[in-house]
């Protein structure tokens, strides 16, 4: 069992930055590929970004490359999402997502995590 949980969400202006944490629990940090994504109001579940167990690999939605960066401390047990230039159309709930079966690369598809967070809340105004 791996326990996760989410911080850091919250209210921000267009154009403005967030930092969301993910601390895990439960079993070794580092055999587990972490990705992070987000569910806005009568939406499906979207990928965001993700990142590798060694930290070498990353991934990111087409809609935030260039904006989000997703690293990983294997030390704390944490992996973030650093938001930059944010829009109205990043609000959404975050949740953060452990794959305890990939051993390289990212996957997209929310089937392929096994343990997910609680989710926070992200709101960009306009």
């Known amino acids: 069992q791996v326990q996760l949980v989410e911080s850091g969400g919250g209210l921000v202006q267009t154009g403005g930055s967030l930092r969301l944490s993910c601390a895990a629990s439960?079993?070794?940090?580092?055999?587990?590929?972490m990705g992070w994504f987000r569910q806005a109001p009568g939406k499906e579940r979207e990928f965001v970004a993700g990142?590798?167990?060694?930290?070498?690999?990353?991934e990111y939605a087409g809609s935030v490359k260039g904006r989000f960066t997703v690293p990983r401390d294997n030390a704390k047990n944490t992996v973030y999402l650093q938001m930059n230039s944010l829009k109205p159309e990043d609000t959404a709930v975050y949740y953060c997502?452990?794959?305890?079966?990939?051993?390289?690369?990212?996957?997209?598809?929310?089937?392929?995590?096994?343990?997910w967070g609680q989710g926070t809340q992200v709101t960009v105004s306009s």
């Open positions: 997502a452990a794959d305890g079966t990939r051993v390289y690369g990212v996957g997209r598809s929310p089937r392929t995590y096994n343990y």
């Open positions: 439960g079993r070794t940090f580092s055999n587990y590929t």
């Open positions: 990142i590798s167990r060694s930290g070498l690999g990353t």
